[in-house]
């Protein structure tokens, strides 16, 4: 059975800093590039962050380049993003994505799997 289970959401201020963890299970990991997403109220999902499945590369929307940070752990099947400066815009339910032998792609269409999505709130 495919998981993918992100973590690390939560309520903060404008500034602050968190990090999402997403764990994968039922997978072969290392053969899936892994994307960030995220959706907020009335708005459609949009693309945050993605990191090829060797990991040798990564894509990342303008809106967190700077501030966003994805690394993968093979060992721990698991994907981070790290967002720092976060604004109230960032608000959003952020969701973690898996696309088999990808190479990073900021298009919904490409991936496969998805988690639940975790909840990330700024307040100003």
């Known amino acids: 059975q495919v998981q993918l289970v992100e973590s690390g959401g939560g309520l903060v201020q404008a500034g602050d800093s968190l990090k999402l963890s997403c764990a994968l299970s039922?997978?072969?990991?290392?053969?899936?590039?892994m994307g960030w997403f995220r959706q907020a109220p009335g708005k459609d999902r949009e693309f945050v962050a993605a990191?090829?499945?060797?990991?040798?590369?990564?894509n990342y929307a303008d809106s967190g380049k700077g501030r966003f940070t994805i690394s993968r752990d093979n060992a721990k099947k698991t994907v981070y993003l790290q967002m720092n400066s976060l604004q109230p815009e960032d608000t959003a339910v952020y969701y973690c994505?898996?696309?088999?032998?990808?190479?990073?792609?900021?298009?919904?269409?490409?991936?496969?799997?998805w988690g639940q999505g975790t909840q990330v709130t700024v307040s100003s």
């Open positions: 994505a898996a696309d088999l032998m990808g190479g990073g792609s900021s298009s919904r269409e490409s991936y496969n799997h």
């Open positions: 039922g997978l072969a990991f290392r053969r899936y590039a």
């Open positions: 990191i090829s499945w060797s990991g040798d590369s990564t």
